[in-house]
């Protein structure tokens, strides 16, 4: 079975640190691009970021308002995606959910699509 | 970026309805545009792919249209589990973003 598992979240300071960490199982974890994409409290769904995989040389892409300050990256030997989030804000406050983002290939296009989502964890960023 | 609209934010149906939400980008993003279901306190479920590609294990009253700036998300025949909220995400250009979302409850 395709799983996707993050770590606890937490409560941090403004101005503090977190890493959080998804272990994934049942599938081919070095193959795969991964993403995060996080949901503050009642609202929508928000793009963080992604990591290729090691072929398509871990190249990462952000969302500007995580730019500079959130750094993905993964251990394929683990089957583990790392979420690195410094510099918290009271923005950053959302459960953030790891992804499988794979590329669908279909009539000559490339279709990247969030297929497999982890449970979500809450970060809350508060003093 | 691209802005993703969504409309209506809302809506009440009832069960065996015919439901259409529209997603409108900002720019055109040809077919690149998926669609997600999500239940209250639940990570999203993935539901369509390229505009139209329904993903597999997907019940087939779900089905998608659309080309570049207008897209439709329909249901055919609207069922108890299918209440929910759903968003439009494209993927054409980074960074990826989802429209606001269309809550659909009961009437």
Redesign the interface.
């Given at each position: 079975e395709v799983q996707l598992v993050e770590s606890a979240g937490g409560l941090v300071k403004p101005g503090g640190s977190l890493t959080l960490s998804c272990s994934a199982s049942g599938f081919i974890f070095s193959d795969t691009w991964m993403?995060w994409?996080r949901q503050a409290p009642g609202k929508?769904?928000?793009?963080v970021g992604?990591i290729k995989n090691k072929t398509d040389d871990e190249t990462t892409?952000?969302?500007?308002p995580v730019k500079g300050r959130f750094t993905i990256s993964r251990d394929d030997s683990k089957n583990t995606l790392y979420l690195q989030m410094n510099s918290l804000k009271t923005e950053d406050t959302a459960i953030y959910?790891c992804t499988m983002s794979p590329n669908?290939y279909?009539?000559g296009?490339y279709?990247?699509?969030?297929?497999?989502?982890?449970?979500?964890t809450m970060v809350t960023v508060s003093s | 970026d691209i802005q993703m609209t969504q409309s209506p934010s809302s809506l009440s149906a009832s069960v065996g309805d015919r439901v259409t939400i529209t997603c409108r980008p900002s720019q055109t993003i040809r077919t690149y545009l998926n669609w997600y279901q999500q239940k209250p306190g639940k990570a999203p479920k993935f539901l369509i792919y390229g505009a139209s590609r329904l993903q597999s294990g997907v019940p087939s009253r779900f089905s998608g249209s659309g080309f570049g700036t207008e897209f439709t998300l329909t249901i055919s025949s609207l069922q108890p589990e299918d209440f929910a909220t759903y968003y439009c995400q494209q993927t054409y250009i980074i960074p990826f973003t989802f429209g606001p979302g269309t809550k659909v409850d009961i009437k």
């Amino acid at each position: 079975e395709v799983q996707l598992v993050e770590s606890a979240g937490g409560l941090v300071k403004p101005g503090g640190s977190l890493t959080l960490s998804c272990s994934a199982s049942g599938f081919i974890f070095s193959d795969t691009w991964m993403s995060w994409v996080r949901q503050a409290p009642g609202k929508g769904l928000e793009w963080v970021g992604r990591i290729k995989n090691k072929t398509d040389d871990e190249t990462t892409d952000y969302a500007a308002p995580v730019k500079g300050r959130f750094t993905i990256s993964r251990d394929d030997s683990k089957n583990t995606l790392y979420l690195q989030m410094n510099s918290l804000k009271t923005e950053d406050t959302a459960i953030y959910y790891c992804t499988m983002s794979p590329n669908y290939y279909e009539s000559g296009h490339y279709y990247n699509v969030f297929h497999i989502w982890g449970q979500g964890t809450m970060v809350t960023v508060s003093s | 970026d691209i802005q993703m609209t969504q409309s209506p934010s809302s809506l009440s149906a009832s069960v065996g309805d015919r439901v259409t939400i529209t997603c409108r980008p900002s720019q055109t993003i040809r077919t690149y545009l998926n669609w997600y279901q999500q239940k209250p306190g639940k990570a999203p479920k993935f539901l369509i792919y390229g505009a139209s590609r329904l993903q597999s294990g997907v019940p087939s009253r779900f089905s998608g249209s659309g080309f570049g700036t207008e897209f439709t998300l329909t249901i055919s025949s609207l069922q108890p589990e299918d209440f929910a909220t759903y968003y439009c995400q494209q993927t054409y250009i980074i960074p990826f973003t989802f429209g606001p979302g269309t809550k659909v409850d009961i009437k």
